[in-house]
């Protein structure tokens, strides 16, 4: 009995001080790709600073602009770009993490809303210790400055 | 005694270096299981070729007198081609319109499932008006291919909601105003890059 509340408190205060942890990773310039009308799919990108002293790991994303959101990265291979699905992106403690194009994004499949710049994109961040994070993502349209 | 040592030492060198010009690694005769657009060790030279958009048909060998920027990619290629139109639709849009006029950039599909001709001009309008969006048949898709030395595979085993990706190369292909594959761009090849190489063969081409 005793053990079983103590568990209990043990596993809220876990809860508490890991739903803490989602706050310890700062989110540097989100935005979405604005796409084609009739474009099925997009991706967003950020930069994810982790501040805490231990490791994290991003597990999953949701938003209500697309039906499923994946996270992709980029690899190289034979001379071709390959896109594949990844379980998690790790964010190792005081590392900076950075979504781009051409490398990790977050892949926003099946579109529920057109992606115009001046628009936004909601998320939620799920990591590995079950901490969410809520951020809006500015839709852009990709260019380079210079 | 240590003289002979040597010399056998040197003979087993010689023999080692001989053994090693002379042998082929031996993927290069029997890579069976690999596709045949995968095959970038062909040192592609280019060549005319036809191909549909949704204002009809397109042929290179039409194109001469103009700078052309080939590149192969998919509609649902969700960063990789959206990247690299982007950077050339910046480029066009930077140049003198007169020199505009001289260029034409081609986006030929990889996955004609998906991507019919209509479809391919609509996402092509969207980065530039001028862009032709092309496909064909998958036969004929992969005799460009192949001509360039673009590589692409369809890729069925994702577990992604997307369903198939298709893995491709990123290059850009640059023909010269008489239809000669002069350079290959990198992905994602900055727009002031991609602007100055087009310059420099419409100015060559005024020269000549």
């Known amino acids: 009995m005793m053990r079983a509340s103590s568990l209990v408190a ?5 809860g508490l001080s890991l739903g803490v942890r989602a706050g310890e990773v700062t989110l540097g310039d989100p935005y979405a790709r604005a796409v ?38 980029h690899v190289q291979e034979e001379g071709m770009m390959r896109m594949r699905r990844l379980d998690r992106i790790e964010l190792r403690a005081g590392e900076t993490v950075k979504l781009e194009p051409g490398g ?22 799920i990591y590995d210790d079950g901490s969410e994070a809520r951020i809006q993502a500015p839709v852009r349209k990709i260019q380079m400055h210079h | 005694m240590t003289r002979n040592r040597l010399v056998g030492v040197i003979l087993v060198l010689v023999g080692l270096l001989v053994w090693l010009l002379l042998w082929e690694p031996n993927g290069a005769g029997g890579g069976g299981e690999r596709h045949a657009p995968l095959d970038l060790a062909a040192r592609p030279g280019g060549g005319d070729f036809t ?12 194109l001469r007198g103009r700078v052309v920027l080939l590149y192969f990619g998919y509609t649902w290629c969700p960063d990789i081609c959206p990247t690299n139109l982007a950077f050339i639709s910046q480029a066009l849009r930077e140049l003198p319109p007169e020199e505009g006029a001289r260029v034409q950039v081609l986006f030929v599909s990889v996955d004609p499932e998906r ?35 673009a590589a692409y595979r369809r890729n069925q085993g994702t577990d992604s909601a997307m369903g198939y990706l298709v893995d491709h190369s990123a290059y850009t292909y640059v023909i010269d105003p008489d239809g000669r594959l002069v350079r290959t761009l990198d992905h994602a090849t900055p727009p002031p890059e991609i602007r100055a190489v087009i310059r420099g063969l419409l100015a060559e081409e005024q020269v000549g």
């Open chain 2, 51 to 62: 191909l549909d958009s949704a204002s009809g048909p397109v042929s290179l060998a039409d």
């Open chain 1, 10 to 14: 043990a596993a809220l205060l876990m």
């Open chain 1, 104 to 125: 990790l994004h977050l892949m926003l499949i099946g579109l529920q809303q057109r992606l115009e710049p001046g628009e936004s994109v909601e998320l939620t961040l």
């Open chain 2, 115 to 149: 991507d019919d001709p209509q479809r391919l001009a609509d996402y092509t309008a969207y980065f530039h008006p001028s862009i032709l969006g092309l496909t064909g048949t998958p036969q004929r898709i992969a005799e460009t291919a192949r001509l360039y030395g």
């Open chain 1, 36 to 73: 084609p009308p009739g474009q099925p799919n997009s991706a967003v990108f950020m930069t994810l600073r982790n501040t805490s002293a231990q490791d994290l790991a991003l597990v999953e994303a949701q938003s209500p602009a697309a039906e499923v959101v994946e996270l992709h990265t």
